[in-house]
């Protein structure tokens, strides 16, 4: 069936805006309010808190003042010092040995050469038999005063590995050549060269000899191994 083209479209039904507009639901506000001074409570407990941690900080504070003070003025610390199961090993004082020169009072030594295991010195009718075996010790004697100054082997000392002491064997170190260490006297300036004479155990192990510029100096050392 045709329709009519001077008929109108029909109507379309018109919006109606007397209705409310739409808008979001929220749930209701609920409001609480507390009872009392609950506000006034918080509020201290909140200022006493407060006081503690500053009384805290005062204490901490003045505490580490007081250890500044103690390490600044106590006795300076090394680092080495400081380090835990690290000790520093004691540095061993050096011993002077053959060629190093030595001082005692007025004089100054210096042992070159030193010869063991000689059964006799001197010949013929000054010859010397050892008990044990004979050690010889050359040495330079010099006058470092400002007088004349007596060198005497009898002051001057042997010492073994054990740290027994010998005395020099004078008797038969005169009848040695050039040995100049029988009561001879040194003037300022001047040095001479000697030989000391020790008489000792074939099985004795050297380790120094005690120099004196007389039997009443303290000596100093001079190791021989």
């Known amino acids: 069936m045709h329709q009519n083209p001077q008929q109108p479209y029909p109507q379309q039904p018109q919006p109606r805006y007397d209705r409310q507009p739409y808008t979001q639901q929220y749930p209701p506000t609920v409001i609480v309010q507390k009872k009392g001074n ?5 509020v201290l407990v909140g200022a006493a808190v407060l006081t503690i941690l500053v009384v805290i900080g005062v204490v901490l504070g003045s505490r580490s003042d007081d250890a500044q003070v103690s390490l600044t003025d106590g006795p300076e610390v090394t680092a080495q010092a400081a380090k835990p199961g690290k000790s520093q090993a004691p540095r061993k004082a050096h011993v002077p040995g053959l060629g190093d020169l030595v001082k005692d009072g ?3 030594f210096k042992v070159t050469k030193v010869e063991k295991g000689l059964s006799q010195v001197g010949e013929g ?3 010397h038999e050892a008990q044990g075996q004979y050690v010889l010790v050359h040495l330079t004697v010099k006058n ?3 007088e004349a100054q007596m060198f005497t082997d009898s002051a001057q000392k042997l010492i073994d590995a054990k740290g ?11 009848w040695l050549q050039d040995s100049n260490a029988f009561l001879e006297n040194i003037n300022p300036g001047n ?3 000697g030989l000391l004479l020790f008489d000792v155990p074939k099985n004795l192990t050297l380790k120094a000899i005690e120099l004196h510029d007389s039997i009443f100096s303290g000596g100093v050392t001079v190791s021989l191994r």
């Open 38 to 42: 609950g506000c006034l409570k918080a």
């Open 106 to 108: 007025k004089f100054a």
């Open 125 to 127: 009718f000054t010859a």
């Open 144 to 146: 470092i005063g400002d």
């Open 164 to 174: 027994r002491t010998f005395d020099a064997d004078s008797g038969a170190a005169i």
């Open 191 to 193: 040095s001479v060269n």
